[in-house]
């Protein structure tokens, strides 16, 4: 029989065959797996896509969706009796207002082409380029042996693309380095930042780019183990990957490939998170260290790496470290930039690392409107005024104002939304995407969302009085990103539209 902890890795899997959280399910979880009933309700409760046997229309509530209406689309739905509900986010911001149906599949008023950089060969990651299943960088990489491969990506600055900006060379010379030999390599595609949607477009677009990738990082580190955890939303993203290691057959005879279903929580996307979701529990972040290349799935060195992050190594070996490095502008390399909001065109766009907004707006269609505001990372970069329009959008140069790059989701807010409302809406985000186990986020994301909508229903700003504090708390006294980022869409909206939270009696 195999042991209890791997039998628990089963655990959410079979509850989302068997459609869902209920009684049968947990009793089969027991009888099956050895899973404790109530450990089987605490744990499939903690994720949307099983927690319940009834599965619905999702209509996403993400802030492009939201300024393109999904508000009202979600009305609508319910008042012709159809059972929906408002989700955080479905990675489909450029098809806003995105929709899922029961049957996972994406549904969008949004009828444009979604739009991707033309065909580039001088572009690393190229996604409208043909994604050809030689793995010639693979073979190459082989013949360079793992020491000058990682040198290679250390000459290329590559930098995690997942948020957080690590040099990617340090983690795979730390796993390279554990004297424990049973390693794995897991890629995170769990794509869940509201405004980001580039992992989705790698995984449809090139998914043997990704594939070679990954065997080029396994190969380096000593994995054979190769896990992508990929969000339980993304279901053609997962058949296209599936189809893709059918196709490549014996070139990637070398490796066991895991395709992991998540199902339904923002939070599996903090790597702790994931690996703990990947053994079968809740997604709560663990504390670190010791880190995942020390210690990472079933206790193992583990390098975990994003999506976009892994998909620039083909070409870094192919082309070198150095040519990768002289596409950036600010910092080294090409950059998936995700535009949507108020733009013309939104898609996702490769340019190089630390071009402005302006310079990522004219290629994603121009302005829609007068712009007031933006958002260059996803919900917890907060929002930035139009006044930071040339600064260039990379890992320094945003966190020199208080903001972040973070996983490179931009969106364009013109001068028709009322900033305060789209505060509240991030802040929702981030409220119910907690995963509750520190009290400073649990606690904070309530409270800063509850004052916040004091103050749009009364106007009173005194109603924000406390906030600043605690946010301080927030940054100060939660374990992971979320909730040190949390309150940042309403501290950097204070700190830079003033008038916007200044009382009704003061105009
Ligand atoms: C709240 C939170 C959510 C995150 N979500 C993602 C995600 O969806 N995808 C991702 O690759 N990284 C995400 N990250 C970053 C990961 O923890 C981790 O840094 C990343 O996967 C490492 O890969 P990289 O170095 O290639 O960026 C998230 C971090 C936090 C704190
Ligand atoms: S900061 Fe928030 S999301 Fe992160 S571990 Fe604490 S409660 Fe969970």
């Not at 993400?62 to 009305?75: D, F, I, M, T, Y």
């Not at 290349?293 to 070409?315: M, S, W, Y």
Request: aromatic share 6%; charged share 25%.
């Amino acid at each position: 029989m195999e042991p209890k902890d791997v039998r628990r890795e089963k655990l959410l899997a079979l509850l989302a065959e068997q459609g869902g959280l209920t009684e049968a399910s947990a009793r089969q979880a027991q009888s099956q797996l050895g899973v404790p009933e109530a450990e089987a309700w605490g744990t499939g409760s903690f994720y949307s896509l099983i927690n319940g046997p009834a599965p619905v229309t999702r209509v996403c509530r993400g802030l492009s969706c939201r300024l393109a209406g999904s508000e009202r689309v979600l009305a609508e739905l319910r008042a012709n009796g159809t059972a929906a509900e408002g989700v955080s986010c479905l990675g489909q911001c450029d098809r806003a207002p995105a929709l899922l149906d029961t049957d996972l599949s994406v549904r969008s008023r949004e009828t444009r082409q979604r739009s991707v950089t033309p065909d580039d060969p001088e572009l690393p990651m190229n996604l409208a380029g043909a994604d050809r299943a030689d793995y010639a960088a693979l073979a190459r990489a082989r013949t360079l042996g793992s020491e000058d491969v990682i040198a290679r990506i250390e000459e290329s600055g590559l930098q995690g693309r997942g948020g957080a900006g690590f040099p990617a060379h340090f983690k795979w010379s730390s796993v390279r380095q554990q004297s424990e030999t049973q390693r794995y390599l897991v890629c995170n595609a769990d794509e869940g930042e509201p405004g980001t949607f580039k992992d989705r477009e790698v995984m449809l677009r090139r998914p043997h780019l990704l594939l070679e990738g990954l065997a080029i990082a396994a190969d380096c580190i000593g994995a054979t183990d190769i896990i992508v955890y990929i969000r339980g939303e993304f279901k053609a993203e997962r058949t296209s990957l599936a189809g893709a290691i059918a196709q490549a057959g014996d070139a990637l005879r070398d490796f066991s490939f895991h395709l992991h279903t998540g199902h339904g929580a923002y939070i599996c996307g903090e790597e702790t998170a994931l690996l703990e979701s990947l053994e079968g529990r809740r997604g709560m972040p663990r504390l670190k260290p010791p880190f995942p290349t020390e210690r990472g799935f079933r206790g193992k060195p583990t390098l975990i790496q994003n999506v976009e992050t892994i998909a620039c190594v083909p070409a870094i070996v192919a082309r070198g470290g150095d040519w990768f490095k002289h596409k950036g502008c600010s910092e080294p390399g090409t950059k998936l930039y995700c535009a949507s909001g108020h733009v013309g065109a939104p898609g996702v766009y490769e340019l190089p690392l630390g071009v402005t907004l302006d310079e990522l707006v004219e290629v994603a269609g121009g302005y829609e409107g007068t712009p007031m505001a933006f958002s260059p990372g996803g919900a917890s970069s907060g929002f930035l005024p139009m006044s930071e329009r040339t600064r260039a959008l990379d890992f320094r140069s945003l966190a020199e104002v208080g903001s972040m790059l973070g996983s490179g989701g931009v969106v364009v807010l013109n001068d028709s939304v009322n900033l305060a409302e789209a505060v509240a809406w991030q802040l929702e985000f981030f409220r119910d995407e907690s995963c509750g186990q520190c009290a400073p986020c649990r606690i904070g994301t309530q409270y800063v969302l509850q004052r916040t909508k004091g103050f749009l229903a009364s106007g009173d700003a005194d109603e924000l009085d406390t906030v600043e504090d605690v946010a301080w708390e927030m940054e100060e006294g939660s374990i992971c990103g979320l909730g040190m980022q949390a309150a940042k869409p309403l501290t950097s909206a204070m700190e830079h539209f003033p008038a916007a939270f200044r009382k009704a009696s003061e105009g």
